[in-house]
């Protein structure tokens, strides 16, 4: 455990450097905020670099190396230094120690707290954890970019990876091995996104009461970090009733809020963070919060946009590699973004200043181009949704968020209570959130899974995680100001019993979710226990991976990619696990997600065709053709492929297309001759 503890001192204290770098530039923009953009700027600086590197590394100017990430973090502090000197940014007010010694601290105890709940299941296996740590090995063999795809040799990945990209950047300058590092980087964007929401929750408050407040903040992060739904709301009532009734208790499973409306996925952030989940919607939700920050900053700024406007420009590139992280976050974030500026040019009766929206959509996009360039969106269109959630489907996973925002517009509604121009940024978030509600219930964005039952998954999951961002970060705001508003004490009393009602569920939640997933009947292990599942499983293939990967670290940094051939085999299975370990691209590996990533079956379905036919064709020559067609260095005959082809293997072709540089009796690794 002691080498865990050293991985997440390294991490916080490159995130530390990084931030008190990169603080001059979070400033200029996010001086506004009550830290002056103090911990917005860990994630604006790890954005930043990735950005310049990922740019750079397109156009081939730098290699994928250590050097040229340090060079270019170097560059990004100088130029820092010299903004802060020509600007005297940080200089302009005394800086509040106490309030920089406390965001540290609860950064710190929320990512050492997660880092302490993951050692009880630090497993790389499962969900989709397979092809996020195959999408981050990849890049630490990558020498260029675009990144080739791991499970579809010869082309580039057709998916969104920057934010795994800057997961590789943090953990190339932390120093942290990627088995360890993959989950040291879940705790670390936990302990994040709870500082940031924290901050945004605090600070909202100020366009209502002009104050902050931690309790604001607090409420606000256990909101966005921790909650759960009303489906808890709902399997305590029914626990308590079946108990009193003598009946059997009914089960609880962490999982059932993400599938309560049929056909959808609706996951909150913390069932994300329990899978160890590093999927782009996960990055979007810091990304997301930077975004708010900026509009939070431009909406107490009241700018205009222009091209004098410094938020005009910043939005312009967060929104371009908003889109490089999930276009889909593109879509909301750029409609929140019209929305918070068309009311400040609505306001100051500048309308036709409105032009440069379409500007600000453009740089946005050249800012994507270089990752949009070799990106190709599977969707054919919008359609209109043919089966809806219940009512109760609904409330169970909405209504603990929507009861916060009712309770806030009753209070302003009921008691006439006025609200100045300058209050009404919540407004404008929450009436664009009920509009993407509705959106969810009424159209969906058509792709490869639009024909069958989960035609509008896709659609409702992206969606849906930005939209519990938006309204958990406005939670705190909302209950404190209520609260505040009402004059009597008796009444006060009354809401803060309410609103512990509505939180009981959800409160409920992690605690039951956390102790069933995660630490019920486990011991805590270190975090570089990642592929202890492999060797528990499937031994032999093991020690072939192990083979395999002191080979790859015995190549040269710019030669270390190497094609193989392992079983093909469905999705969410233990195929393609070479590939994912080693970083290295197979002939086709997950063909469901090859599928949903390419939008057609076509290739897919022949690589497979052609992986069956490497093994248990009889023809020899045929086989040596499609060995050279994907140009194969190793060919891998384990225990999976045992099962996966049930003893129709042609070991002695195998053996006779080239050279056994591993043999262990259950699995061997043939050198391929070309």
């Not at 880092?115 to 790389?124: C, L």
């Not at 700024?301 to 590139?317: H, R």
């Not at 129709?648 to 297309?657: G, P, Q, S, V």
Request: aromatic share 18%; proline share 4%; charged share 15%.
């Amino acid at each position: 455990m002691l080498s865990d503890l050293t991985y997440l001192f390294l991490i916080w204290l490159s995130t530390l450097i990084v931030g008190w770098a990169s603080w001059p530039s979070a400033a200029f923009f996010l001086g506004k905020l009550s830290d002056r953009g103090y911990g917005f700027a860990k994630v604006f600086g790890w954005i930043a670099i990735s950005y310049l590197i990922f740019l750079l590394a397109t156009l081939k100017i730098i290699p994928l190396a250590l050097w040229s990430i340090i060079l270019i973090s170097a560059i990004w502090v100088v130029f820092n230094i010299f903004l802060e000197r020509k600007h005297r940014i940080l200089r302009r007010e005394p800086l509040n120690i106490k309030q920089i010694i406390f965001t540290e601290l609860l950064f710190i105890l929320l990512m050492s707290f997660w880092a302490f709940i993951r050692s009880f299941k630090p497993e790389i296996y499962g969900i989709e954890r397979f092809m996020d740590f195959g999408f981050i090995q990849s890049l630490f063999n990558a020498q260029t970019l675009p990144l080739f795809d791991m499970w579809f040799s010869g082309e580039n990945l057709n998916y969104y990876y920057f934010g795994h990209f800057i997961g590789y950047i943090i953990l190339s300058l932390s120093h942290i091995p990627p088995i360890a590092g993959f989950f040291v980087l879940v705790a670390w964007m936990f302990g994040l996104l709870g500082i940031l929401a924290y901050r945004l929750g605090a600070d909202f408050l100020f366009v209502l009461t002009k104050r902050t407040s931690p309790i604001a903040g607090f409420l606000s992060l256990f909101t966005v970090l921790f909650a759960g739904t009303w489906y808890t709301s709902a399997w305590m009532f029914s626990y308590a009733k079946h108990i009193l009734l003598g009946n059997p208790a009914p089960a609880f499973w962490f999982s059932n809020p993400a599938r309560i409306m049929p056909g959808t996925i609706t996951e909150i952030p913390l069932y994300g963070f329990l899978v160890a989940d590093l999927h782009p919607h996960m990055w979007g939700l810091l990304n997301g919060a930077l975004v708010l920050a900026a509009l939070y900053c431009a909406w107490r700024a009241g700018a205009l946009l222009s091209l004098k406007n410094p938020y005009f420009w910043l939005l312009a590139f967060l929104l371009g590699e908003t889109y490089m992280l999930n276009s889909w976050d593109a879509a909301t974030l750029g409609l929140l973004t019209v929305a918070v500026f068309g009311y400040i040019h609505i306001k100051n009766r500048k309308v036709h200043q409105l032009i440069y929206v379409v500007l600000l959509a453009g740089l946005s996009y050249a800012a994507a181009l270089p990752w949009s360039l070799f990106f190709e969106a599977p969707i054919s269109g919008i359609g209109l949704v043919r089966d809806h959630s219940s009512i109760l489907q609904w409330l169970s996973f909405w209504g603990f968020l929507v009861s916060i925002v009712a309770i806030f517009l009753g209070a302003i509604i009921f008691r006439f209570l006025r609200v100045q121009r300058s209050q009404t940024m919540h407004f404008v978030i929450i009436a664009l959130a009920v509009f993407f509600l509705a959106f969810m219930e009424v159209f969906y964005v058509k792709d490869i899974l639009s024909e069958g039952q989960w035609f509008r998954a896709n659609t409702v999951f992206k969606i849906t995680s930005q939209l519990w961002l938006w309204l958990g970060v406005l939670s705190g705001s909302m209950i404190v100001w209520t609260v505040l508003s009402l004059k009597k004490l008796r009444a006060k009393i009354f809401l803060v019993i309410l609103y512990c009602l509505i939180f009981l569920g959800p409160a409920v939640y992690p605690v039951r979710a956390v102790l069933q997933f995660q630490i019920d009947k486990r011991s805590p292990v270190p975090l570089s226990s990642g592929l202890n599942w492999w060797k528990e499983k499937f031994p032999a293939d093991f020690e072939a991976y192990e083979y395999l990967r002191k080979t790859r670290n015995t190549l040269p940094r710019g030669d270390k990619i190497r094609r193989i051939v392992e079983a093909e085999g469905e999705s969410y299975t233990d195929s393609a696990r070479f590939s994912v370990f080693l970083g290295w691209p197979t002939i086709i590996g997950w063909p469901v997600h090859e599928w949903t990533w390419r939008g057609s079956y076509g290739e897919v379905g022949s690589r497979r065709s052609e992986v069956r036919d490497i093994y248990t064709h009889p023809d020899k020559a045929l086989t040596q053709d499609i060995l050279d067609k994907y140009k194969i260095d190793y060919i891998i005959v384990g225990e999976l492929e045992e099962r996966q082809y049930s003893g129709e293997i042609k070991k002695d072709k195998l053996r006779a297309l080239g050279k056994i540089v591993f043999d262990n009796g259950k699995a061997m690794v043939i050198e391929a001759t070309k």
